[in-house]
């Protein structure tokens, strides 16, 4: 439970920093917290046909 809870906040401040106030766009990467990052309004990305990865 502390594990959880230690996402949320660290989540809260990422989101919350000032110096990131003017991004456009967030991407994460995840294998199992799908959930997490939807609760902070996180969606699966668009056309991922489009992504590269090396």
């Known amino acids: 439970m502390a594990r959880a809870r230690a996402s949320k906040f660290l989540m809260e401040c ?26 902070f309004g996180f969606t699966e990305i668009d056309l991922p046909e489009r992504w590269m990865q090396r």
Do not use: F, S, V
């Not at 989101?15 to 609760?39: N, S």
């Open 14 to 39: 990422m989101l919350a920093h000032p110096e990131l106030q003017g991004l456009r766009r967030w991407i994460l990467r995840t294998r199992d917290a799908h959930g997490l990052y939807r609760q």
